[in-house]
């Protein structure tokens, strides 16, 4: 074999090693989604070599915006909710009554993602069209060069800007037909900013349905069912979501490696756990045998400098049951195959116990961002328009 033949095949076979990634029998499309995933790392690692040579982190991302671009059906504007930039989906086509309204918040671990994003455009346009509704996409500052409770303070503001008479008024809005929703991070700020409401006395319009759709909703424990099981499962790795929740928090490489180790949290802290106890919390069929152990507690030096570590605002599910009982009508969305699925699993039992009516609706042969994908996949495709059908029906 010469020289090129020989360079052709390792290069085939480190291809070959990079690409697959194995998968459970019942993904469809696997070898669509092994091909995604490829290519995310790849984005990963090209824009940490750029930012080394002085590129803007994640500068791939900026070739995935696009601009706010009116069709047939939906007038896009991009704009400013107290100082927080949207961007507004708008039916075309008038409407004989006032509109119903989706406040819809990006996910990206807190880190990425944005509003004009083409997956984003996508889901606001499509939203805007098949309910005939108003969908107002907001942005947030992102980590590391903002911590929380930076994010959430964005997202908050510009909903209770949104929220006021005179604005829902401008945009011709049902104030008894609003929905707050959003994926993964977003999903996060969706269930707290829906807790902080409760105490505003300054928001007199309150929401009618908060939408979670794959949502991380806790810090505490990350040794749950589901991040054993998909720990290494794409899109979303347990290393990843440590990663995403520790720069929430602080760039402090110490937090990252103490959650990793699942002893991040102080003895001062013990009485939390009952409120993301998986034991009590899962379904026998999501313990699957995995048997629970008390937390390991670490050095309280870490909660003392960052407090979000352990704050409500950052971990809706620390809620207690009389702050969760004034909550909506709350769809989750939850996936099988997600390190996020026993958060969503467990907010669902702890709301349904507090008296809050709760639809749920979870993908078996699902992952982490699947909605944000569904243009690519087929599973995408069809939890999507059944997600369009539960908003059609309940808001």
């Given at each position: 074999?010469?020289?090129?033949?020989?360079?052709?095949?390792?290069?085939?076979?480190?291809?070959?090693?990079?690409?697959?990634?194995?998968?459970?029998?019942?993904?469809?499309?696997?070898?669509?989604?092994?091909?995604?995933?490829?290519?995310?790392?790849?984005?990963?690692?090209?824009?940490?070599?750029?930012?080394?040579?002085?590129?803007?982190?994640?500068?791939?991302?900026?070739?995935?915006?696009?601009?706010?671009?009116?069709?047939?059906?939906?007038?896009?504007?991009?704009?400013?909710?107290?100082?927080?930039?949207?961007?507004?989906?708008?039916?075309?086509?008038?409407?004989?009554?006032?509109?119903?309204?989706?406040?819809?918040?990006?996910?990206?671990?807190?880190?990425?993602g944005d509003a004009t994003?083409?997956?984003?455009?996508?889901?606001?346009?499509?939203?805007?069209?098949?309910?005939?509704?108003?969908?107002?996409?907001?942005?947030?500052?992102?980590?590391?060069?903002?911590?929380?409770?930076?994010?959430?303070?964005?997202?908050?503001?510009?909903?209770?800007?949104?929220?006021?008479?005179?604005?829902?008024?401008?945009?011709?809005?049902?104030?008894?037909?609003?929905?707050?929703?959003?994926?993964?991070?977003?999903?996060?700020?969706?269930?707290?900013?829906?807790?902080?409401?409760?105490?505003?006395?300054?928001?007199?319009?309150?929401?009618?349905?908060?939408?979670?759709?794959?949502?991380?909703?806790?810090?505490?424990?990350?040794?749950?069912?589901?991040?054993?099981?998909?720990?290494?499962?794409?899109?979303?790795?347990?290393?990843?979501?440590?990663?995403?929740?520790?720069?929430?928090?602080?760039?402090?490489?110490?937090?990252?490696?103490?959650?990793?180790?699942?002893?991040?949290?102080?003895?001062?802290?013990?009485?939390?756990?009952?409120?993301?106890?998986?034991?009590?919390?899962?379904?026998?069929?999501?313990?699957?045998?995995?048997?629970?152990?008390?937390?390991?507690?670490?050095?309280?030096?870490?909660?003392?400098?960052?407090?979000?570590?352990?704050?409500?605002?950052?971990?809706?599910?620390?809620?207690?049951?009389?702050?969760?009982?004034?909550?909506?009508?709350?769809?989750?969305?939850?996936?099988?195959?997600?390190?996020?699925?026993?958060?969503?699993?467990?907010?669902?039992?702890?709301?349904?116990?507090?008296?809050?009516?709760?639809?749920?609706?979870?993908?078996?042969?699902?992952?982490?961002?699947?909605?944000?994908?569904?243009?690519?996949?087929?599973?995408?495709?069809?939890?999507?328009?059944?997600?369009?059908?539960?908003?059609?029906e309940n808001l």
């Amino acid at each position: 074999m010469g020289k090129k033949s020989l360079c052709l095949v390792i290069s085939c076979a480190l291809l070959a090693y990079f690409v697959y990634t194995p998968l459970p029998d019942n993904i469809e499309q696997p070898w669509r989604l092994r091909m995604t995933w490829a290519a995310m790392r790849v984005h990963v690692h090209l824009s940490g070599l750029l930012e080394i040579l002085g590129f803007p982190p994640l500068v791939f991302l900026y070739l995935l915006e696009v601009p706010p671009t009116s069709d047939a059906n939906v007038t896009v504007t991009d704009t400013l909710f107290n100082k927080v930039p949207v961007r507004v989906f708008e039916p075309k086509q008038k409407s004989s009554t006032m509109r119903r309204a989706v406040f819809y918040i990006h996910g990206g671990g807190w880190t990425t993602g944005d509003a004009t994003c083409i997956s984003y455009d996508r889901l606001g346009r499509q939203m805007a069209d098949k309910l005939d509704a108003m969908v107002i996409s907001t942005n947030y500052r992102l980590s590391p060069q903002y911590h929380f409770p930076t994010q959430l303070e964005d997202v908050y503001e510009a909903l209770r800007w949104f929220l006021r008479k005179k604005v829902l008024a401008e945009y011709d809005v049902d104030p008894t037909r609003i929905c707050i929703a959003g994926d993964s991070a977003g999903g996060n700020l969706a269930a707290a900013a829906t807790q902080q409401i409760l105490d505003d006395p300054e928001v007199k319009i309150k929401v009618k349905i908060q939408s979670l759709i794959y949502p991380a909703l806790q810090a505490l424990d990350m040794n749950l069912p589901s991040y054993r099981e998909n720990a290494h499962m794409p899109i979303l790795r347990k290393l990843d979501m440590v990663m995403f929740w520790s720069t929430y928090f602080t760039s402090d490489k110490a937090l990252e490696e103490a959650m990793l180790a699942n002893q991040h949290t102080p003895v001062e802290s013990s009485h939390l756990f009952q409120f993301v106890n998986w034991s009590t919390l899962l379904l026998e069929r999501f313990q699957k045998g995995h048997l629970y152990t008390n937390p390991i507690h670490g050095h309280s030096d870490l909660a003392t400098k960052y407090p979000g570590l352990l704050d409500v605002r950052a971990s809706p599910l620390l809620a207690d049951d009389s702050r969760l009982q004034g909550l909506p009508l709350t769809h989750v969305l939850t996936c099988q195959y997600d390190v996020l699925r026993d958060d969503g699993l467990m907010y669902a039992s702890r709301l349904r116990a507090a008296g809050v009516q709760v639809a749920h609706e979870h993908v078996e042969d699902g992952f982490h961002g699947i909605l944000s994908l569904s243009r690519d996949f087929r599973a995408g495709q069809r939890e999507f328009r059944k997600y369009l059908r539960w908003l059609e029906e309940n808001l």
